[in-house]
C-alpha cells in the first residue's frame, strides 16, 4: 500500500506540473499531457525512486530523475504531442519536477524505504 501513495502522490505532482507548464502555457493537449505523464511516472518511479534512490542518496536520485525526465519527454513527446517539445521547454518541466522529487524521495526515505539510511539533504 505504501508503493500505491508514493506513486499516486508522483502521478499528481508530475500531472500538474506538465498539465500547467505543457498544457497551460504552451497550448499541448490536455489528454495526451496527462498519457505523458503516466509514462513518465511509471518509469520515473521504477527506476529513479526504487532503484536509483534506493541505492544512493537524495542528490543523485534526484539529478538522475531530473536526466530521466528529460529524455523520456523528448522521446515519449513525439509520439504522444505530435512532435518534438523544445529544450528550454522540457529542460523548465524537468527542473520543476526534480524540485517536487527532492521532497518525494524525502517521503520515500521514511515510508517506502524505513530501513535505508535517510538521504543527505545536500
Given at each position: 500500500m505504501v508503493h500505491v501513495k508514493a506513486l499516486v502522490l508522483k502521478l499528481i505532482m508530475v500531472s500538474l506540473v506538465f498539465l500547467i507548464v505543457l498544457s497551460g502555457f504552451n497550448g499541448y493537449p490536455a489528454v495526451d499531457v496527462v498519457l505523458l505523464s503516466l509514462a513518465v511516472t511509471a518509469v520515473s518511479y521504477v527506476v529513479g525512486d526504487l532503484l536509483i534512490l534506493r541505492n544512493s542518496n537524495n542528490v543523485v536520485a534526484t539529478i538522475s530523475d531530473?536526466?530521466?525526465v528529460m529524455v523520456l519527454i523528448w522521446l515519449m513527446s513525439i509520439p504522444l504531442l505530435g512532435g518534438g517539445v523544445p529544450f528550454g521547454l522540457v529542460f523548465l518541466t524537468a527542473?520543476?519536477?526534480?524540485?517536487?522529487e527532492w521532497v518525494l524521495h524525502?517521503?520515500?526515505a521514511n515510508v517506502v524505504h524505513p530501513n535505508m539510511e535517510s538521504p543527505s539533504p545536500s
Open positions: 531530473l536526466a530521466l527542473v520543476i519536477i526534480a524540485a517536487g524525502l517521503y520515500m
